[in-house]
Every structure is written in structure tokens, then in C-alpha cells.
């Protein structure tokens, strides 16, 4: 029963690995070229007003007549910094809030679980949105703060649940009566045991976050204008999307293929850090 | 001095008594056993003695491990204790490993620790040299690959063997055994048996054996203490206690224990 369990999840967990590799590479690897070279200057006016795609213009020019492609280009760096840096934040208060709840007295536990309940009922987008009007200046610093705290209470919940349960394992208490203390039990057992569902949570989170930072920067509450996300982008081709739909097309497709690639390469790798979902040698 | 004395101790949750006045000790080097059905409080009472009990659990009385007493003290404290005074050896050998760790890490880490306690490091090849060690005095067959092996790649007993070098890698003054043979088959529990036995008296360690298995405790401990409902209802030297059991409980768990006998001999 165990090679049957073992052996389907190990084909279907290879080919989403590398597909979600290939993607995500592709995104990083255009966010590290655009730090050297990009086909155009993208403040440079190149060409006409809302040209159509063609050789010299991949992607078409914007309204203003700058090269669109690069600044899709551009966009995926933004998107990766915004999505790593906000997991990064929320994933390091979210785990720590998590963890310390799971240890916590019956008491300070509900306290603790209730108010993660009462922020999760709130939208994501609406506490980043709270958060950075709170912050008087719209930056992109304040847009990755203000996610990353909005994403901690769904990881701080997650977190929560699963430290608990795997605080009931024996190997726990087998490894506090033989001295480990609680710290090390943290570091050694629950981290490394909550990390492959916690990863794949992490993985969506990111893609939830670059997909809040568009609605932010859609808003005008993101990335001021210098700053070429995807989600200004798609704000400003809203006006003209029936005259050049390339503009909400193309950033459309570059969200939606760094989000899947992200989610299919934390599936993949969640399949190679389970031992027991590696086929025995 | 007793390395574990416990005297009247009391557990309850939520005013609900779990175990009642209990009182009993362990010398260095003495085998203790601890016997009753399932919900007896056996359990609980192994881990009163190194202060693991669930927060829900209230206990009273004195429970001495090592010198050192136990209820009340903080956590920080207690953590020098467990592992150097006591270590456990528990029922279920699947769980009791941490399914994402190699066979030679879980041993490594007591090892370690222990090795810390007494001021020295130990890393590397002198640590990998120590657990391969370990792994023999334990006689897993091929010590090498069941290092390298994942807790699922392995069969139960050797799991337990695996639990029991953890259990040693401590290098105890006491030994508790929560169990240990229960969830394994018939041949393999002797097996287990045999090898525990061996181990306690080769390092001449003091040993807590819990059971429900009567013919077990009997053949590795010298006294035991019966507990029924959360209260001891006898002890004594195994000899005593079984050969002429003045309490019911205790005359009904060895008249249970002898048919047993007697219908595998065909006398029944």
C-alpha cells in the first residue's frame, strides 16, 4: 500500500516541480536581466502613442509611447520583491504569533486564536489598504509592510493549528523527557515537520500577495508611478482596453504565470522534503 | 538515596481524581514495576515523576527525581534532570520517532546533549562513531543502512530498539519503560524483553517497567506495585505479590494470567 502512495504522488510531483521551475526561473531570470538590460530605457519615449506589438515593440508602446515589454519586464522584479519580502514578514510574524500560541496557556491561547479569527474575517487587500493609509506615504516599502502584516494572521492561524498537533506526537514528548527543552523542541521537531503544508501555504501566500500589490497599485495605494507593476499597468490600460487590449493582456498573463509557476514549485518541492512521499531507495 | 521517590501524590483534572495518595521509591540501580489496566494512571504517573504532565492535570504531593523536586519546580530546571536521571522508552515505536529525521540523527541528538552535560563536544566522526555504537548494543541487524533509514523504512521492532538507543544515548541513572512491548507481536516483544533486561543490568541502572502484562513485568522487575483505578491496591516482591495476592484486583489479573498458561498447555 505504501510503494502505491509513495510512487503516484512522486510522477505527478516531478512534472509540476519542473514546470514550476521553469516558470519561476523564467520570472527571475527576466528580474535579474532587467538589473543590466532592458530592449529600451522604460521612461524613454520610443515610438508612437498605444502602437500595436511588432518587431521593434514586443508588447506595443503605452500611452505615453514607452516600450510596454520592458516594463512587463520590470514588473516581474517588482512582483518577486513584493512577494518574497511579504512573505518574508508575515511568514516571520505569522510562525513566531503561531508557534507561541501553541505553547500558550488555555487562556492567552483563545485570546490569541480569537483576534487572528478577527482579522482573518477582514479581507487581506482591506487591512494592507488600512495599513498603508495609516502610513501617509503610498511607497512600495509600506505596500510590502502592509501586506506582510495582513498575511501574518493567516499564517499565525495555520501555524497555530498545525505546532499543536504535532505537539501531541510522541516523538515530542519522547524528546522533552530525554531533555530537550522547549526552544529545541520548536527548532528541531515542530519547524521541520509543520514546514512542507507551511511551505505550501507560503507559496500562496506569495502569489496572494503580488496579486493584493497589483489591487494596491490599481488603487493608486501601491507602487507610485516610476515603479512599473503590474497592477498600475493593468490601471492604466483600463482606459484604453478596447483600443489596445494588449495592454491588460499582456501584465494579465505575467501575474497569472509567475502565481501558478510559484504554487506548482512549492508543490513540487513539499513532494521532495517528505521523506515519507520519496520513493524508498 | 532513592532516585525516584514519590509520596502521596495526587492527580486530577478538573477535580476529577485520577491517581490517588500513591506513594512508592526507586534506589539506584532497583527494577520497579508498575502494573494495571488501561486508565489505572500508570502513564500519568511516569510522567509526574519527570514533570511532563499535561497543563490540565493538577498534582499534589512530592514527587523527588534525582534530589530534586519535581511539582512546582520551573521548566528550566527540570530539563537538566530529564535524560541524565530519567529517560523514557515509550509503547508506540512508530510514533515515538520523528518521521523526518534519519534513525542516525534522533540518536545523535541525546548523544549530544549528553556529551554537552558533561562538558565535552562531540561532533562529527567521534558522534557518527558513537551512534553506529549504540545501534549495535541495541543489535539492530546492520547498524549502517538502519542509520541511514528513514522511522518508516524500518519494521517496528527495530524501531524500538531505535527508541531504546535513545533511550541509553542519555545514559540514565533510571530507565522508564512506559510499555515498551505492548505494540509489538509476541516473538519480537521477547525479543524486546530480553534485550532491556540485559541492558538495565549490564549498566546496572534502575528500572520503572509499566505494564499490563503480567507474565512480563514478572520476568524483569524485583517488586512491583498494582494500581487500580488510580490507586495502588498492593506491592511487594514480585514473588509475594503473584505467588500469594492478597488483593482481588491483584488475584483476578494473575488467576486471568494463569488460565491463559493452562489453555495454551492444553489443561484447561
Known sequence: MRAVAASAPRSRGSATLWLGLLLVGLHVAVALLTLVWTPYDPTALTGGRLAPPSWEHWAGTDRLGRDFFTQIMIGSRIALIVGISAVAIGGLIGVTLGVLAAFATRLLDDALAATLDILIAFPTLLIAMLVVAASDTASLGTAILALGIALSAIVARLTRILAKRVLLMDYITAARTSGTSRIGVVFQHVLPNIWPTLSVNFALQFGLAVIAEASLSYLGLGAPPPNASWGRLLQEAQGTVYTAPIGAIAPGIALVSLVIGVNLLADGLRDIGDPTRRASR | ?268
Open chain 2, 1 to 268: 538515596m532513592n532516585l525516584l521517590s514519590i509520596d502521596r501524590l495526587n492527580l486530577s483534572v478538573d477535580g476529577k481524581p485520577l491517581v490517588s495518595e500513591l506513594s512508592f521509591s526507586i534506589a539506584a540501580g532497583e527494577r520497579l514495576g508498575l502494573i494495571g489496566e488501561s486508565g489505572s494512571g500508570k502513564s500519568l504517573t511516569a510522567m509526574a515523576a519527570t514533570g511532563l504532565l499535561p497543563r490540565a492535570i493538577k498534582a499534589t504531593g512530592s514527587v523527588t527525581l534525582g534530589g530534586q523536586l519535581v511539582i512546582g519546580a520551573p521548566d528550566r530546571m527540570l530539563d537538566g534532570l530529564r535524560g541524565t536521571v530519567a529517560a523514557f522508552v515509550f509503547q508506540e515505536p512508530l510514533t515515538a520517532l520523528d518521521p523526518l529525521l534519519r534513525v542516525a540523527q534522533q540518536v545523535a541528538e541525546p548523544l549530544r546533549r549528553r556529551a554537552r552535560r558533561d562538558g565535552r563536544d562531540l561532533d562529527g566522526a567521534a558522534l557518527g562513531r558513537e551512534v553506529l555504537t549504540l545501534l549495535e548494543q541495541v543489535a539492530l541487524p546492520q547498524p549502517e543502512r538502519i542509520a541511514r533509514s528513514y522511522p518508516h523504512e524500518i519494521s517496528g521492532g527495530q524501531r524500538q530498539r531505535v527508541a531504546i538507543a535513545m533511550a541509553l544515548a542519555c545514559r540514565p541513572q533510571l530507565l522508564i519503560a512506559d510499555e515498551p512491548t505492548t505494540a509489538l507481536d509476541v516473538t519480537t516483544q521477547a525479543e524486546i524483553l530480553k534485550l532491556l533486561d540485559t541492558l538495565v543490568r549490564e549498566r546496572s541502572m534502575a528500572l520503572l517497567f509499566i505494564s499490563h502484562d503480567l507474565p512480563v513485568v514478572a520476568e524483569i522487575v524485583e517488586r512491583v506495585v498494582v494500581m487500580q483505578r488510580g490507586v495502588a491496591v498492593e506491592a511487594g516482591p514480585v514473588r509475594e505479590v503473584f505467588g500469594t495476592p492478597r488483593n482481588d484486583y491483584t488475584r483476578a489479573l494473575v488467576a486471568a494470567a494463569k488460565a491463559f498458561d493452562d489453555a495454551l498447555e492444553g489443561r484447561a
